[in-house]
């Protein structure tokens, strides 16, 4: 018996241990329509979760978590508490249905413009402007796509540079590119004011192939050199915008980058340390800047509250968010508004829990001398989670802003010899460029951790640049083992150089 006993406590333990080293991971999905599910909150602990990403993954570290059960809502859908020991590979969440019948709202002959004020009116009241300390993950995604890069080559006295040539610099050029910028810190502040800590942070960068660009630059330069004399100079001209370059000039910038300059321990240290503070700044600027992408803020590009009677709004129906009925609240543009979209807005103390919204047409546009540039993508998503002191607070925040220039003109590289009166033109190259490029920068901010701090504690703090920085040219998942982050995406799992030759900086 006392064997039988030790046996059974052995196995108790041994099974805690082993779901402590593992991560617990699963991937929601809707129970009718088998779609994943993303944004989902995945509660482990008081003020403590993770969100699934856009395929309707999580993966919590197995040493977060101190509870035996985990606990999962969605907009729209039932929460659900799942013990760790029975979590699935996949979950399935069923849509909870709302019936006005069922609903007990003290105020039901709101119409929604009255909802919308009320729930600005009260952000004061029902948003967290507190000093608090906050386990983030960031991360920066940026995605482009060259959709036309043409350049035809009309007339030149230069025999090198002809049509072959510039179809071999086009053939070069990637039509599509990605990179990706992740942090991983804690923040302290409030809407106002922010220390950033940074714990981890990593760089994945996808250069174009650079053995076959500078091959192409060498080439470049050497008809530079054989064509530029002494006394003459390189002007290039589009339209009647132009400027020049010497050809003493021009020879010294290629010598110094052919022939760099070897740096010393100490300048590499330093270029180190510099580059260490600017990571940090950045990652300071870019939270900063998603706080103040707050729907109540104003002179901001989500004008919705801010100019809500450029909007038509509409009560679509409720759902369920934990215990809470929550109105869903629609908006279209009217009287030429810029977005679209939708908020679930609580109808007891009128907090939003969740806003999405798109852009219907380019917030900006120019277009002057054949350049064109229009800020035409600009969507997102602001989701809020309420403590325990009914405060609503930031959980995750998603923007998606992009643009798309064009470039159609004309391009004259003249090598003149300089002279007292008059410069004597010597070679000309004449082209059309014909460019469409498009990007989009994703910016995602997710909280995993929430505490309140007082004033002696936010001012004694003293941000240092000491973390780890990995600089990676092909996705590494042991870099943010043990820690919360939003679980990389198929594209980011799949990420690699076009250089397979070249190894993880």
């Known amino acids: 018996m006392r064997r039988l006993l030790f046996y059974f406590i052995f196995s108790v333990i041994s099974s805690l241990q082993f779901l402590s080293a593992q991560n617990i991971s699963g991937t929601l999905k809707d129970f009718q329509t088998k779609e994943p599910i993303p944004f989902a909150t995945v509660q482990y602990g008081a003020n403590k979760g993770v969100v699934t990403n856009d395929e309707g993954f999580f993966s919590i570290p197995g040493e977060k978590i101190s509870v035996d059960k985990i606990s999962i809502s969605s907009i729209g859908y039932e929460t659900v508490d799942i013990p760790i020991n029975k979590l699935e590979e996949i979950i399935y969440l069923k849509e909870k249905s709302i019936e006005l019948a069922d609903v007990f709202i003290s105020d039901k002959n709101l119409s929604a413009e009255e909802i919308v004020e009320r729930a600005l009116a009260r952000v004061d009241s029902n948003y967290n402007f507190n000093l608090t300390k906050k386990r983030f993950f960031f991360r920066r995604s940026y995605f482009n796509n060259v959709n036309q890069f043409d350049l035809e080559v009309e007339e030149s006295t230069v025999p090198e540079v002809n049509q072959d040539l510039m179809d071999e610099v086009v053939a070069k050029i990637p039509d599509y590119a990605h990179s990706y910028y992740e942090y991983l810190g804690d923040f302290y502040g409030n809407q106002e004011k922010q220390k950033v800590q940074l714990i981890k942070a990593a760089n994945l960068e996808n250069p174009v192939n650079e053995e076959s660009l500078e091959e192409l630059s060498h080439r470049f330069e050497k008809i530079l050199q054989e064509n530029l004399g002494e006394d003459t100079f390189l002007k290039i001209k589009t339209g009647i915008l132009g400027f020049k370059m010497d050809a003493e000039e021009i020879n010294e910038g290629i010598e110094k980058a052919n022939n760099p300059e070897e740096k010393t321990a100490e300048e590499l240290e330093k270029e180190q340390v510099k580059k260490h503070k600017e990571v940090q700044e950045t990652a300071a600027k870019l939270i900063k800047g998603q706080l103040q992408n707050m729907f109540w803020k104003e002179d901001g590009k989500l004008d919705v509250f801010e100019k809500s009677r450029k909007y038509d709004f509409a009560v679509d129906g409720y759902t369920q968010l934990d215990n809470s009925i929550v109105y869903i609240i629609s908006f279209e543009p009217k009287r030429k508004a810029d977005f679209r979209g939708k908020m679930y807005v609580n109808t007891e103390d009128f907090g939003i829990h969740r806003l999405d919204y798109e852009n219907v047409k380019p917030l900006k546009k120019f277009s002057l001398f054949g ?120 594209a980011i799992k799949a990420f690699e150089v076009i250089d397979e030759e070249e190894q993880d900086l």
């Open 371 to 490: 350049i064109s540039a229009k800020n035409d993508v600009y969507r997102g998503s602001m989701i809020f989670s309420r403590d325990s002191l009914g405060k609503y607070n930031p959980k995750y925040l998603e923007v998606q802003d992009g643009s798309t220039v064009g470039v159609d003109r004309p391009l004259k590289l003249m090598v003149k010899e300089d002279r007292w009166l008059f410069n004597k033109k010597l070679k000309e190259v004449d082209m059309e460029i014909r460019i469409n490029n498009s990007d989009i920068s994703k910016f995602q901010l997710v909280i995993y951790e929430n505490s309140e701090i007082d004033e002696g504690t936010y001012n004694s703090l003293n941000v240092t640049e000491e973390f780890e920085f990995g600089n990676f040219k092909k996705y590494n998942p042991d870099f943010w083992t043990g820690y919360n982050i939003i679980e990389p995406n198929a």
